[in-house]
Antibody, heavy 120, light 107 residues
Framework: EVQLVQSGAEVKKPGESLKISCKGSGYSFTNYWVVWVRQMPGKGLEWMGIIYPGDSDTRYSPSFQGQVTMSADKSINTAYLQWSSLKASDTAMYYC?????????????WGQGTLVTVSS | DIQMTQSPPSLSASVGDRVTITCRASEDIKNYLAWYQQKPGKLPKLLISAASTLQSGVPSRFSGSGSGTDFTLTISSLQPEDVATYYCQKYNRAPWTFGQGTKVEIK
């Protein structure tokens, strides 16, 4: 069974750092992009960027370039999203998802989401 | 960057109605377009890839069409369980932008 399991909810203060994770199982991790998607409370889906775990090729949305860092460790089938200095405006649900590296298909499996709350 | 414009932002229709949602890309994306359904408090679910390929297990009342810049998601007979927000997404090249979403309600 394909699964993407994300790390648990986080409550942080402005200025703090954070790294959340997304672990894939039940499929070949290096045959898929890992995609990160933000959903702010009551708002739509925002594409943050992608990473290919095979060689860590990373592409960021212009809106998130320089604000977050994506990484992956293919030896443990895990991708990461990190912030060096959180802001209150980073409060949101963050999803990881996968998309085939080879096929014309959308994001077919999603993690359960990690709720990040940033508040003083 | 290519913009994805979805319309309408919301709609209200009766059970059994035919519902159409459109998505327009600012440049040619060929057929690199997906549609998702997100029910309140739930994960997004992939309905359609490659503009018109229905995902396994998705009811046949859902269909997608289009290529290039103009795309359509159609629900042929709206059911109560279809209440959700629907998003298009292009993925020909990064950024894989989502549309703004269309909220579908029952009248």
């Amino acid at each position: 069974e394909v699964q993407l399991v994300q790390s648990g909810a986080e409550v942080k203060k402005p200025g703090e750092s954070l790294k959340i994770s997304c672990k894939g199982s039940g499929y070949s991790f290096t045959n898929y992009w890992v995609v990160w998607v933000r959903q702010m409370p009551g708002k739509g889906l925002e594409w943050m960027g992608i990473i290919y775990p095979g060689d860590s090729d990373t592409r960021y949305s212009p809106s998130f370039q320089g604000q977050v860092t994506m990484s992956a460790d293919k030896s443990i089938n895990t991708a990461y999203l990190q912030w060096s200095s959180l802001k209150a405006s980073d409060t949101a649900m963050y999803y990881c998802a996968r998309r085939s590296y080879y096929d014309n298909s959308g994001l077919d499996h999603w993690g359960q989401g990690t709720l990040v709350t940033v508040s003083s | 960057d290519i913009q994805m414009t979805q319309s309408p932002p919301s709609l209200s229709a009766s059970v059994g109605d035919r519902v159409t949602i459109t998505c327009r890309a600012s440049e040619d994306i060929k057929n690199y377009l997906a549609w998702y359904q997100q029910k309140p408090g739930k994960l997004p679910k992939l309905l359609i890839s490659a503009a018109s390929t229905l995902q396994s297990g998705v009811p046949s009342r859902f269909s997608g069409s289009g290529s290039g810049t103009d795309f359509t998601l159609t629900i042929s007979s709206l059911q109560p369980e279809d209440v959700a927000t629907y998003y298009c997404q292009k993925y020909n090249r990064a950024p894989w932008t989502f549309g703004q979403g269309t909220k579908v309600e029952i009248k």
